[in-house]
C-alpha cells in the first residue's frame, strides 16, 4: 500500500465522518444479525410451549449443529477481507473472483457438515446425553439436512454484498426469512393449516424450507437489482484457481476454527448441562437466547468494522483505519454495558417469554446476573475480532479463542459445577471468564496490529497476521 497520509489530510477523515460511516454500515448489519438470531428464538420460543423435552432436544441438536456449521461458515467468511479492500481499491476482478471462489467453498465445506449433522444422534450419546434426547436431536438435524448447503451460500452472497456496502438486501431477506419461518412453524408444529403437528420435527422441516426460501431470495434481489454490476467478471478457470482457492482457506481456516470453538464452549456447556436434566438444560438454554439476542448488537458493530477497516485498507487511508476501529471498541462496549443491565433488571421476567415452568424460569433468573457480566467483554471480543479481519490478521482469534475457552474457561466450569457445587451456575462463571481473557487479549492484539503497516491482503506475501 502506498502511504496514506496526504489523503487523509485533504479528505474528509474526522472523528465524526467515521463515526456516520461505520454507524451507516453497522446499524443495518446489526438488525440484520437480529434477524438472524431472531429464527432461532422463535423456534425456541414455540418448542419451548410444546414442550420442556423438545425444547431440551431442540436446545442439544442446536448446540451440536450450530458448532458444525459456524466452523463451515467461518472458512466461507475468508473471503471478508479479499471482498472489502478489494471493494476499497476498486479491484472489479478480485471482488469478483473472491465471490466465485467463496461459492465454491460454501458447497465444499457442506459435505462434512451435512455427514456431521446425520450422524448428530450418536455423537450426542457419545457426549454422554440422555438417549431419549439425543435420538430427538438428531431427527430434528435430520428433517433439514437436505437444506444444510443453503446456508454457506447465501453467506457468501451475502458477505459479497456487504463487503461492497450493500447492506439493505441482507437485511431484507432476513426479515422475510423470518415471517416464513414463524408461518411454517405454527404450522408444522402444532398442525395447523390442514398438516399433522409433527412437534420438534416441524420445526426441522420448517427450517429447512426457510433456509431455502433465504438464498433464492437474495439472489433474486442480486440479479433483478443488477447488484453485482461492476463487482462481476464471468467464470474462468482463474475461478478455480488452486491458489486463489488457498487464499480464501488459509484467511478462512482461522475463522472457522476461532468460530467453531467459540460456539462450543458454549455448546460444550449446555451439554454439561445436559448432564444435570432437563431443567438445568433448559434454563441454559433460556439464558443462552437471551445472551445470543444481545450478542448481535455488537456483532453488527463488528462486521461493520470489519467492511469499514477492509476498505479503508484497500484505499490506502492508514489513519482512517485507525479511527474507525477505536470507535467501534467503543461503540461495541457501551451497548453491551447497556444489556448487561437490561439483564439483571429484567432477569424476572425474560424467562417467562421461553416457558411457564417454574423451576426453569427461577434457575434462569439466578444465571442472568453472571451472564450480564461478561456483556462487557463479549462486545469487546467480537468487535476486536471484526477489526482484525477486516486487517486480514485471522489467525490471532483462534489463538485466543483456544486458550481463554478450553485452557481456562471450560475447565474452570466444570469444576464450578460439578465439584464446587454450583451447578449451571458454575458454568457460566467459567464461560465468563474465559471471555475476560479472549476481550482483553484480543482488544490488544488490535492496539499492536494498528502499529503495523497496513497491508492489502491480495498484495502481501506470506501470512499479514
Known amino acids: 500500500m502506498e502511504p496514506a497520509a496526504a489523503a487523509d489530510t485533504h479528505e474528509a477523515g474526522s472523528w465524526e465522518r467515521e463515526a456516520r460511516a461505520l454507524i451507516v454500515l453497522a446499524v443495518p448489519v446489526m438488525l440484520t444479525q437480529l434477524a438472524q438470531m431472531a429464527l432461532g428464538v422463535t423456534d425456541m420460543l414455540m418448542l419451548g410451549h410444546a414442550g420442556v423435552q423438545a425444547m431440551a432436544s431442540a436446545a442439544l441438536a442446536n448446540s451440536y449443529g450450530f458448532v458444525v ?5 467461518g472458512v466461507v467468511f475468508g473471503i471478508d477481507p479479499l471482498v472489502t479492500q478489494a471493494h476499497g481499491a476498486r479491484d472489479r ?21 451435512m455427514i456431521a449433522w446425520y450422524n448428530a444422534g450418536a455423537a450426542l450419546c457419545q457426549f454422554g446425553e440422555p438417549p431419549e434426547l439425543a435420538e430427538a436431536a438428531g431427527g430434528y438435524l435430520r428433517a433439514q439436512l437436505w437444506s444444510v448447503p443453503f446456508f454457506p451460500l447465501l453467506m457468501a452472497f451475502r458477505q ?13 431477506v432476513l426479515l422475510a426469512e423470518n415471517v416464513v419461518n414463524a408461518l411454517l412453524d405454527w ?38 437489482g443488477r447488484l453485482h454490476e461492476g463487482a462481476w467478471r464471468p467464470w474462468s478457470r482463474k475461478s ?72 479503508l485498507v484497500g484505499e490506502g487511508r492508514e489513519a482512517a483505519v485507525r479511527r474507525t476501529a477505536k470507535l467501534a471498541l467503543v461503540l461495541g462496549i457501551g451497548v453491551m454495558a447497556c444489556c448487561g443491565v ?36 463479549d462486545g469487546t471480543q467480537v468487535v476486536s475480532g471484526g477489526i482484525l479481519r477486516g486487517l486480514g490478521r485471522t489467525r490471532a482469534p483462534a489463538l485466543v479463542n483456544f486458550i481463554g475457552y478450553y485452557v481456562v474457561g471450560l475447565p474452570v466450569g466444570y469444576w464450578l459445577a460439578f465439584h464446587a457445587g454450583l451447578g449451571v451456575v458454575g458454568l457460566w462463571w467459567g464461560l ?18 494498528l502499529r503495523k503497516p497496513l497491508l492489502r491482503v491480495a498484495g502481501v506475501v506470506g501470512d499479514p497476521s
Open 69 to 73: 456449521m459456524m466452523m463451515g461458515v
Open 160 to 172: 459479497y454484498l456487504q463487503g461492497r456496502g450493500i447492506v439493505r438486501p441482507g437485511l431484507l
Open 342 to 377: 437490561l439483564m439483571v433488571l429484567l432477569r424476572n421476567l425474560l424467562p417467562h417469554a421461553f416457558t411457564t415452568d417454574t423451576r426453569v424460569i427461577a434457575l434462569s433468573a439466578s444465571i442472568f446476573p453472571v451472564a450480564a457480566l461478561f456483556q462487557i467483554f
Open 187 to 224: 404450522a408444522f408444529i402444532f398442525g395447523h393449516l390442514g398438516l399433522p403437528a409433527l412437534g420438534l420435527r416441524g420445526a426441522g422441516i420448517a427450517a429447512g424450507i426457510t433456509r431455502a426460501f433465504g438464498l433464492l431470495l437474495l439472489i433474486a434481489f442480486i440479479v433483478v
Open 432 to 449: 465468563l471468564i474465559g471471555l475476560v481473557i479472549v476481550g482483553v487479549s484480543l482488544a490488544s492484539w488490535v492496539r499492536v496490529s
Open 93 to 113: 476482478d478480485a471482488l469478483a473472483l473472491a465471490l466465485q471462489r467463496g461459492v465454491l467453498i460454501a458447497l465444499a465445506v457442506s459435505v462434512p457438515i
Open 240 to 311: 478455480v484457481q488452486l491458489s486463489g482457492l488457498l487464499e480464501v482457506l488459509r484467511l478462512g481456516l482461522p475463522i472457522g476454527l476461532q468460530w467453531g470453538m467459540e460456539v462450543l464452549a458454549f455448546s460444550g456447556s449446555a451439554m454439561f448441562a445436559g448432564w444435570m436434566g432437563e431443567t438445568a438444560v433448559s434454563a441454559y438454554t433460556v439464558v443462552l437466547n437471551v445472551a445470543s439476542v444481545t450478542f448481535m448488537l455488537p456483532l453488527g458493530i463488528g462486521i461493520g468494522a470489519s467492511i469499514r477497516v477492509g476498505n
